[in-house]
């Protein structure tokens, strides 16, 4: 029994000891910047239900900063609309979202620092009726509060809008989703940010997957309380043309993991020309080049000796269609 409990200890200390992503420009973040390409829609409609500055003092009021309208267009263009406590917005878009490879949308808070983080839930829906909400995870410690002006590690957040600071997405991919019946995830037309009272009080307090208090900066009150949502950028709008990992026929890629380079054969059935790009973590473009194919197998390599260790995505493209692999580069 005693060995049980030891192990059992020794299991959640491992866990509380998780890391994520960490912060905007270091390797291996999944944060995704304004200006990728990867962005191929925003947001065309929002709705706001204002939260208070403070849930704990309704005399604060709710929160004034922006308007619904801030929250549409690209991120960094349009100002920022502030939920306050346990506030919500809904945005919608011109077409649905689809599952496609890797992340499929990316929502934009406005923090100045990768580590005053505002945090909020995620929820999607086919219908804008039922939502279901993506698994959060917060490893930050629940025993003291943080403060206003409080620090958060980004290593310890996942699946929590509001990780990464301002210009940079958080991104989110419907696959995790597959198994719920209630919504599509070939076509989500609603998405649902709601604030995270980051209290530690029990009357306020909000929980985490693993049924952990999710601590962030409180109590803000000020009238830009909560989170402030600046924008949601989409990667697969339903009509285009972005093709499944592999959608082509005889399309590989080795090594992956890969060193100082790495080789996409392509079996093409026509001669043609294609893109190649390549994109770090952050969603920056690193390399393109132009490609001419032939008719039949071919091979080009890739150099990767000046890229830092990180996840990367390879995209191949022509005309309107698109395939992203997803590569390693693990230098030795």
Known sequence: MQRLVLLF??????SLQAQFAPAAGQPGSSALHKDSNIFKAWATQCNITRGYQDISNVLSGLTTVGDSSMALGKAG???IVSLGDGGTAIVTFNTPIKNGPGPDFAIFENTFIDSFLELAFVEVSSDGKNYVRFKPTSFTQDSIQTGPFGYTNPKKINNLAGKYRALYGTPFDLEELALFSNINISSITHVKIIDV????????AQYDQNNHKINDPWP????????????VGVMYPVGTGIKKVNAFAGL???PNPASNYCNIEINAIET???????FDATGKLVFEENVSLN????TKRIDLSN???????????KANETTILPIIIAHE
């Open 9 to 14: 200890g020794f299991i959640i200390g491992l």
């Open 77 to 79: 263009d349009n100002g």
């Open 197 to 204: 009272v980051g209290s530690l009080k029990n009357q306020y």
């Open 220 to 231: 803000t009150p000020f009238p830009s309380s909560g989170f402030d949502l600046d924008a």
């Open 252 to 254: 590989k890629l080795f």
């Open 272 to 278: 043609h020309a294609c893109q190649l790009t390549l």
């Open 295 to 298: 008719q039949g197998l071919n």
């Open 307 to 317: 890229y830092v260790n990180g996840c990367y995505q390879i995209c191949i493209s």
